[in-house]
């Protein structure tokens, strides 16, 4: 075996894991941002009571309420209005972020995998031809 066939090995490795396991986890993110649709940015007010605070939005023809977490609380300390988004295809949800970490981080680990995968395919094509 030499040189040649050794990075073609790991070439097909890296392309059966990088696709393999890349496209399905791009295929989750598409469908759950489908499902989600747009989050459009919205102003919404803090109200404080018995010391829980709740957001309350008005979006869609009608009032929306939520409480807050207390890891949000960074977000809206000490202000009556903040801003935050708003899904479209669903109202009565609210978040602070723009994107949902945990599906951006899902996202660049897709996106990683595939273009590693897509690489290596790409390699093992010119091998072929070289070797």
């Known amino acids: 075996m030499d040189a040649a066939d050794a990075i073609g090995l790991i070439a097909e490795i ?13 295929l ?5 941002k489908v499902h989600d649709g747009r989050w459009v940015p919205h102003e919404v007010f803090i109200l404080e009571d018995d010391g ?3 957001a309350r939005w008005f ?5 929306w309420e939520r ?12 202000r009556e209005e903040v801003d935050a988004f708003v899904s479209e ?11 949902r970490p945990l599906l951006h981080a ?10 590693v995968g897509a690489a290596a395919v790409t390699l093992s094509i010119i091998l072929l031809f070289v070797g």
């Open 28 to 32: 989750i993110v598409f469908l759950v």
């Open 67 to 78: 409480p807050l977490r207390a890891d949000e609380s960074g977000h809206w300390q000490g």
């Open 14 to 26: 890296l392309s059966w894991i990088g696709l393999g396991v890349g496209l399905p986890l791009l």
């Open 59 to 63: 979006t869609a023809g009608d009032f």
């Open 52 to 54: 829980r605070a709740r």
């Open 89 to 99: 295809h669903h109202p009565s949800l609210m978040r602070f972020e723009p994107r």
């Open 106 to 115: 899902v996202q660049v680990l897709g996106v990683t995998l595939a273009s």
